[in-house]
C-alpha cells in the first residue's frame, strides 16, 4: 500500500509546476487563449522539449511508456495552471489512437511529428446528434477504387482549427449505434471535400465543426482494422476521460484554495468574510468535495493503469464526481468572491468556465450515472 | 501508487477471515444477520471471545495486552468484522478510556483497570455531555471538590449509552471555577457506578430502544486516587480521545457492507411488476451512492497509507466524520426506500430469536430498515456533531 508519487513522477510534477510558476501566469494564459490558434506554439514546443508530449507514449514509439497515473500527474498541474495547450487533443486522444492502433508505417508518419511538437492532430469523436455517444456514428466511409470516400459531419474537434492531420471515426458498415464497423481514418486538413470551420469554446479553447463532403481516403490512411476502430477509440476516450478529470481536481483544488485566500483578506463589517460561519462551512463543503474527487481520480488512475475489471466504473465514478463537484466548487467560488467572481477580469471565472465544459467532455455527471445505474452490482 | 497488500498482509487477512468464519461465536452472527438485539451477556460473551483470541485491543500496544498491529492490519481487520457482519467493540473500554489510562494514568491505574478492560470484566460508560453542555462541551457543570483524599460529586450527565449496564464511568468534572479558561479547571475521574449517590434515569431513543441514559451524582464520594493525570487537564486528556472516537466514526466497512446487502436485497425485493432492481430512479441513487462510498474509501486509504509509511495523516483525514456519517445516513435512508411498505411495521417483539420467521411481519432486514434509519440520525450528532467537525476543520485545516 502506497499512494506517494514515485521518483519520476515527483519530477515531472515539479517541472510542470515551474513552468507555470515562472512562465504561465494568468495574463499570459489570457493572450494565448485569445490569439488566432487559441493557443502558443512556441510553448507547445516547449511542452515537447521538456518531454512531457512523450511521457505517456510506448518505449517501444520512442516516449517514456508511462500510464494513467503519470498522465493524472501532469493534467492535474496543467489544469492549477489553466493552460490551454493541446495536450488532450494532440496526446491523450490523436497519439493515444495511433500509439494503439497504428502501424509502424503511420507512428514514423505522424506520431513522433505531434510529440515532436511539429504536427498538430485532433480527434473527431462528437457527431452532431450523437450526444454523448461516441458509438453514435453516422458519418460514411464507402469503398471506392482502391480507397474509401467519406460523407459526414463531426460537431467538436478540439484543436480543429489548427489540426493539420485529423482522426475521423466513420462507419464502414453496421447501424447508427453499432460498435462494430466503426472505422478510424487519418485525414490530411487540406484535402479536398473537407470544411473546417473553427470556433472559441466558453473555456478558452478552441474547437472546430467539420464536414466531409465526398472526401477521398487512401488505404494507407486507415489507423488499425476497417470496422474494428472502437475499441482504441473507446481507450483513448477513457483515457482523455481521466485526463479531464485530474484536470478538474487541479482546477477545483485552486478555486478552493483562491476562495478560502479572498475570503480572508475582504473586509465588510469590520471583519474578514471569513469570519461568517455560514462562509465558512461552505468552504469546508468546497474542501471536502474537492478531496473526495481527488481520491476517487487515485482509484480511477490506478485501475486503468492496472487494466483492472473496476476500470470502467472507476471511469465512469470518477466523471461523475468531477460533474457534481466541479460544478459545486465552481459556482461556490464565483458567489464567494462576490462581484468580482463574475467578471472577466479575476482568473476565478475562467477556471469556473473551464470546468463547466469539462462537465459536459465525454460525457456529463447524468450520462455517467446512467451507465453506473445500468451496470451490475 | 498502489493499493495491494503485502502477501504477509494477505495471510493476516485469510487469519481474520477464517476466525470470523469458525471460532467467532455463530449465534451471535445469526442474531447480527436477522436483525436481533444483542443482550448484554452476548456482548460480554463476544469480547471475552476476542480476549481469549489476544485480538481484545486491536489499537492497544503490546505491553497492555495488545495487539500491536500495523495501521494496515488494523484496516484489514474491522473490514473483514464488518464483512462478517460482527458486532463492533464497544468503544468506552477499550477505545476511550484504556487508552486515556495507559497515556496519563500511573502505575497503580494502569494495574488496576487495563487487564479488565481488555478482559472484559468491567463495562465502562462515557460521563461527558450535560443539558447545559453539548457541543459547548466547556461549559459543563458537574462539581468535584476535594474533600480530605475524596472528591465529591454532584450533578449530571446526559446521553450515557448503555449506562444501565456499566460498572465504571469516565467523567469530565469541573474541579476549579476560578481559572481564565472555562477548560482549564476540568478533571478527568473514574467513578465506581456502585457508589451511593449514584442515580440512572433512562431515555428512550426515537426508535423505542433504552441505549441512553441520564446519570445523577448526588453527594457521590470518589477516592482522590482515581483521577486520571493532572487536576485541571481533563480537557486536554478529554480531546485526545475525542480523536480517538474521530477516526473510528467513519465507518466506511460498515457501510460498504450495509449497500452490498441492499444491492442484492433490490435485485430480490419485488415492486409492482419486477425487482427494485428494474427501477431505474432507485438505481441511480444507488449507484450515487456507491460513487460517496468509493471516494470515502480511498479518502481513508490516503489516511491509511500515509500513516503505515510513517507520516502524519494528512488534512484530509478531518473530512472523514462528516463524510462517513452522512453516507452511512444516506445508506440507512435508501434502505428504508427499498423497504417500502415493510419499513413501517413497529413490532418489536418479533426480533427475538425465538420468534418463528413464519410468524413475522416481513423480513428483518426491511422492517429493521426505518428503525436503523432513525437511530442512526444521531452519528451525524455524537462524537461533536458535524457542524463542530465543519468548525474545526474550518480552523485547523483551512485557517479560517
Known amino acids: ?115 515532436g511538437g511539429e504536427l498538430q492532430a485532433g480527434l473527431a469523436f462528437v457527431e452532431p446528434s450523437a450526444g454523448y455517444e461516441i458509438n453514435s456514428v453516422q458519418t460514411t466511409a464507402t469503398r471506392e477504387s482502391g480507397g474509401w470516400v467519406l460523407n459526414g459531419a463531426k460537431a467538436y474537434v478540439l484543436n ?19 460498435r462494430d464497423g466503426i472505422t478510424l481514418f487519418a485525414i490530411d486538413a487540406s484535402s479536398k471535400g473537407l470544411t473546417i470551420r473553427d470556433y472559441a469554446t466558453v473555456d478558452g479553447q478552441r474547437a472546430a465543426e467539420i464536414l466531409l463532403d465526398q472526401v477521398n481516403v487512401a488505404d494507407d490512411q486507415v489507423i488499425g482494422e476497417v470496422g474494428k ?39 465588510q463589517f469590520g471583519v474578514p468574510i471569513s469570519s461568517f460561519q455560514s462562509l465558512q462551512h461552505r468552504m469546508v463543503d468546497m474542501y471536502t468535495a474537492c478531496e473526495q474527487s481527488r481520491s476517487l481520480l487515485m482509484w480511477a488512475a490506478m485501475a486503468l493503469a492496472d487494466d483492472s475489471d473496476e476500470a470502467e466504473r472507476a471511469v465512469h465514478s470518477i466523471k461523475y464526481q468531477v460533474g457534481i463537484a466541479g460544478k459545486h466548487i465552481g459556482e461556490e467560488a464565483v458567489q464567494i468572491h462576490g462581484g468580482m467572481g463574475v467578471t472577466w477580469e479575476l482568473d476565478v471565472a475562467h477556471y469556473f468556465k473551464r470546468l463547466t465544459a469539462i462537465g459536459i467532455q465525454f460525457g456529463n455527471a447524468d450520462w455517467h450515472l446512467d451507465r453506473l445505474a445500468a451496470m451490475p452490482g | 501508487m498502489n493499493v495491494t497488500f503485502t502477501d504477509e498482509e494477505l495471510a493476516f487477512r485469510d487469519e481474520v477471515k477464517s476466525f470470523f468464519e469458525n471460532d467467532f461465536p455463530q449465534d451471535i452472527l445469526e442474531k447480527q444477520n436477522r436483525s436481533v438485539a444483542l443482550s448484554r451477556e452476548d456482548m460480554v460473551r463476544w469480547h471475552k471471545v476476542m480476549y481469549r483470541r489476544g485480538w481484545a485491543a486491536p489499537n492497544w500496544p503490546t505491553e497492555y495486552g495488545g495487539t500491536g498491529w500495523s495501521t494496515v492490519q488494523k484496516y484489514i481487520f474491522a473490514d473483514e468484522q464488518a464483512r462478517a457482519n460482527a458486532p463492533a467493540f464497544l468503544p468506552f473500554g477499550v477505545s476511550m478510556v484504556g487508552p486515556i489510562i495507559y497515556t496519563y494514568g500511573n502505575d497503580a491505574q494502569k494495574q488496576r483497570f487495563l487487564p479488565d478492560i481488555l478482559e472484559f470484566n468491567t463495562w465502562w460508560c462515557q460521563g461527558y455531555s450535560e443539558a447545559g453542555a453539548g457541543s459547548d462541551l466547556a461549559s459543563l457543570k458537574t462539581r468535584a471538590d476535594l474533600d480530605g483524599d475524596h472528591y465529591v460529586v454532584n450533578g449530571s450527565k446526559t446521553w450515557t449509552t448503555l449506562a444501565q449496564y456499566a460498572d465504571w464511568i469516565f467523567c469530565l468534572v469541573r474541579t476549579n471555577t476560578d481559572v481564565a479558561r472555562r477548560q482549564e479547571g476540568i478533571s478527568f475521574l473514574l467513578i465506581d457506578m456502585n457508589s451511593p449517590g449514584i442515580s440512572i434515569k433512562p431515555i428512550l431513543l426515537l426508535d423505542g430502544e433504552h441505549e441512553v441514559n441520564e446519570v445523577h451524582f448526588d453527594n457521590v464520594r470518589v477516592p482522590s486516587e482515581n483521577l486520571v493525570g493532572e487536576e485541571g487537564k481533563g480537557w486536554t486528556y478529554g480531546k485526545v480521545l475525542l480523536q480517538h472516537e474521530r477516526t473510528g466514526i467513519a465507518g466506511v466497512s460498515g457501510s460498504r457492507y450495509a449497500l452490498q446487502r441492499l444491492r442484492k436485497q433490490a435485485g430480490k425485493a419485488v415492486r409492482g411488476a419486477e425487482p427494485l432492481a428494474g427501477n431505474p430512479t432507485f438505481m441511480r441513487k444507488l449507484a450515487a451512492t456507491e460513487v460517496e462510498l468509493k471516494a470515502l474509501e480511498y479518502t481513508e486509504l490516503r489516511t491509511l497509507a500515509s500513516v503505515a509509511s510513517g507520516k502524519a495523516p494528512g488534512p484530509e483525514s478531518s473530512i472523514l466524520k462528516i463524510a462517513g456519517t452522512e453516507l452511512r445516513q444516506q445508506v440507512d435512508s435508501l434502505c428504508v426506500e427499498a423497504a417500502g411498505y415493510y419499513a413501517l411495521p413497529y413490532v418489536r417483539d418479533q426480533y427475538t430469536m425465538d420468534s418463528p420467521d413464519s410468524e413475522r411481519i416481513g423480513e428483518g432486514a426491511e422492517t429493521n430498515s426505518s428503525l436503523t434509519y432513525f437511530n442512526n440520525r444521531k452519528v451525524s450528532i455524537f462524537g461533536g456533531s458535524n457542524e463542530i467537525q465543519k468548525n474545526i476543520i474550518a480552523k485547523h485545516v483551512l485557517g479560517l
Open chain 1, 1 to 115: 500500500m502506497d499512494l506517494s508519487l514515485n521518483e519520476m513522477q515527483l519530477m515531472l510534477a515539479d517541472s510542470v509546476e515551474k513552468f507555470i510558476a515562472n512562465d504561465y501566469d494568468f495574463e499570459t494564459r489570457q493572450k494565448y487563449a485569445e490569439s488566432r490558434t487559441g493557443f502558443s506554439l512556441p510553448v507547445w514546443q516547449t511542452f515537447a522539449e521538456l518531454g512531457w508530449t512523450t511521457v505517456t507514449i510506448g518505449e517501444k514509439d520512442g516516449g517514456f511508456g508511462g500510464g494513467p497515473v503519470d498522465l493524472m500527474v501532469i493534467m492535474e498541474r496543467l489544469g492549477r495552471g489553466l493552460v490551454v495547450e493541446p495536450f488532450l487533443s494532440n496526446i491523450v486522444l490523436a497519439a493515444g489512437i495511433l500509439g494503439r492502433a497504428g502501424s509502424n508505417e503511420q507512428k514514423s508518419r505522424w506520431l513522433a511529428a505531434i510529440t
Open chain 1, 160 to 178: 480543429g482549427g489548427s489540426a493539420e492531420m485529423i482522426l475521423v471515426p466513420a462507419r464502414t458498415s453496421g447501424q447508427r449505434l453499432e
Open chain 1, 229 to 267: 476502430g472502437f475499441d482504441s477509440l473507446n481507450s483513448a476516450i477513457n483515457d482523455a476521460t481521466l485526463a479531464v478529470c485530474a484536470e478538474a481536481v487541479g482546477i477545483m483544488t485552486v478555486l478552493t484554495e483562491k476562495t478560502i485566500e479572498y475570503s480572508k483578506n475582504r473586509v
